[in-house]
């Protein structure tokens, strides 16, 4: 985990499975402490995620909602799993980037105009 | 305190009678002796050194008679058996090696004699307390090798004299022939259960894969313990093969590499990469303050990209023998070995492993021979490794090994050997399982590797690859609760259609739906059929692909 601007960006090194989900869900929500607004999961290094990390993933996008946060994902455009959110509805329940600039300003133009 | 006859002693007045008791008691003791051998046979070690001492006390007409065996790893001497202070077995007395009438013997490895016991210098509290007056005391040693101490002592004022020594040293030197060999047993046994429980009970069977592993023990009998291999698939999916080597012999070699490994594969199924996993392991045997160090390889495989990356902490470096039978050493960044510092610098390195290419990891034992360089070691293993590459009739390992023993000779030390063949995989594969959650990274790894090798597109190959680990997912959650338990999975490539089916024998409850709700989703939405077919013994998952060979 790094975190850039304040806010924490993680890149999971593997798959997101049902052998991972419930660790990196417990993981990941665990760095949304008070003051932070916002979550990067960088997903460009990861090839596949299963329906136990899908799961997790709206669940957790959730759980931050319910603490002011959001989640945002950055999953390489056109790719396989850009196409397997969309089979499930991932940008529907979750912001979606291109890149982790891209969250990362998106987040510095909503607060610019709040 | 004096060397043997050092000084007049009083009581000559006595010696012919003495001399004429001695004598008799020599001969019985003698005698005595030269049955002991055969006594070993029914004899446990705390018999023969109790039926020992007893004739010893009696021979030297002494009032206690004792042994204490050197624990060389902490460096103290530790009651084993005694008459008349048997007291000194049952509180467990320590004698440090160099200090105390017993210490000093065992480091001075001469006898030593005290005539006057109140103005001596003793750690022993017990000594004093059984009012002992004069004492003599022997090393036992083995093959040079001071093992232990044996003392008689009197509690009247003696001068034990150089005859007396004689006998005792006579004494002393039996026993260490039968403490030796008892001990080499009782080690060999407890080290031979250790390793056994510490060696992987069986090695992967995969797809694309072939393993094979050697353990032979070394020549004679408490030099074996402290190699060990170990393979495991790694969070990843990539398999992590590992080699060690702790320096020392016997249990507590044995001891320490069962905690090196037990730490390895929790840090690497933690996810560490390899690097780290080295200096973790560094720091864990540094503060474990044992002075123990160990050699270690691992190498993290990924048989789908074609790379092997390679960390080392001192250990000789791994085999790759290419399909055409070209043999190579892998040179890792070399660290120092675990255990000596702090802080150590470990660096990995990346290889490519071509298809039909062998990696071996192997322990020096395999390679080293006493007064030979060990670069002629390792010129014998490549040499030995390219014949093994062009013979079939065995596991690699085996071959290997056959190989150089039949150059080499007998072994001196442990060896251990651990081979991955890298197998081409045709357009059907089959593999069983285990039913949890860690085989499903390594499950896709291998599907795609068949699905790219059979030259699908990479949007067919996800899709097919993740469909199936849905199928398998749901394969394992079935086989909840229920021990040992497996599945399989089998794929065919059919001109153009590709079928993998995921069958398991869990047990199921007909109310219950099939999978997570977005598990079939998913499954049906990447392949163009998903049949489940529930049975009583279980369920199978067919999935079909369609190929199209015409761009879309």
Known sequence: ?114 | MNEPGGEAGDGRIEAGARTQERRDAGRQLEQMLSITDAALGYLSLEEMLAELLERIRDGLQADTAAILLLDEDRGVLVARAARGLEEEVRQGVQVPLARGFAGRVAAGRRPIVIEDLSRADVVNPILRQRGIRSMLGVPVHVEGRVIGVMHVGTLERRLFDEEDTALLQLAADRAAIAIDRARATEQRSVTEIMQRALLPDELPALPGAHFSAKYLPGGSGVKMGGDWYDVFQLPSGRLGLVIGDVVGRGVLAASVMAEIRASLRAYLMEGHPLPAVMQLLNELLVSMGRHRSATVAMLEIDFESGTVEGVSAGHLPPLIVSPDGEATFLEPAQGLPLGIRRGGDYRTRRYRIEVGSTVLLYTDGLVERRGEPIDEGLDRLRAAARRAARNEDATFADRVYRELVEDGGALEDDVALLAVESLPLGPEIEMTLNAEPGVLAGLRRILGRWLIGEGLAEEQVFSITLAASEAAANAIEHAYGAQESSFRVSGVHDGDEVRVTISDEGHWRATRPYGRGRGLAIMRALVDDAQIERRNDGTSVTLVKRICSEPA
């Open chain 1, 1 to 114: 985990m790094e975190r850039r601007e304040g806010v924490p960006v993680v890149r999971p090194r593997e798959d997101i499975d049902a052998a991972n989900a419930t660790s990196l869900r417990e993981q990941l929500s665990g760095y949304v402490d008070v003051g932070v607004d916002q979550l990067v999961l960088d997903l460009t290094g990861t090839r596949y995620i299963d329906s136990a990390g899908l799961d997790m993933l709206f669940r957790l996008a959730e759980l931050l909602r319910q603490r002011r946060a959001a989640l945002a994902l950055v999953i390489t455009p056109d790719s396989n799993l850009a196409r397997l959110g969309e089979i499930v509805g991932l940008p529907n329940a979750m912001a979606v980037y291109a890149s982790v600039e891209d969250a990362l300003s998106t987040r510095v133009q909503r607060s610019l105009d709040g």
